[in-house]
């Protein structure tokens, strides 16, 4: 199994940055990919980005373009999304999740493992 915690959110003016991170713990998350989602209020929940623990490669959506990269940092068991030239419809709460096997993968349901999440709130 695989715990998560995201922290890093908060309220921002637009234009600003962010970095989220999830702290991950567990046996073996070697065995894990790892992804970002966010779900505003009434929406569905939104495949951002996900990432290979051990080879560091990356997927990310098509509709936040360059403005999002996702990272993670192996000796600190950490996640990061840094969160670039933010906009008020970026506004929703980021959670990080896992699942088990190597293929970077973007529908929700093909993760397992969720963090509670963290909110970003963008102020135009």
């Known amino acids: 199994q695989v715990q998560l915690v995201e922290s890093g959110g908060g309220s921002v003016q637009a234009g600003d940055s962010l970095r989220l991170s999830c702290a991950a713990s567990?046996?073996?998350?070697?065995?894990?990919?790892f992804g970002w989602f966010r779900q505003a209020p009434g929406k569905e929940r939104e495949f951002l980005a996900a990432?290979?623990?051990?080879?560091?490669?990356?997927l990310h959506a098509d509709s936040v373009g360059d403005r999002f990269t996702i990272s993670r940092d192996v000796a600190k068991n950490t996640l990061y999304l840094q969160l670039n030239s933010l906009k008020a419809e970026d506004t929703a709460a980021y959670y990080c999740?896992?699942?088990?096997?190597?293929?970077?993968?973007?529908?929700?349901?093909?993760?397992?493992?969720w963090g509670l999440g963290t909110q970003v709130t963008v102020s135009s």
């Open positions: 999740a896992a699942r088990a096997g190597a293929r970077l993968r973007v529908f929700q349901n093909e993760y397992a493992y």
């Open positions: 567990g046996r073996t998350l070697s065995s894990y990919t």
């Open positions: 990432i290979n623990w051990i080879n560091g490669q990356t």
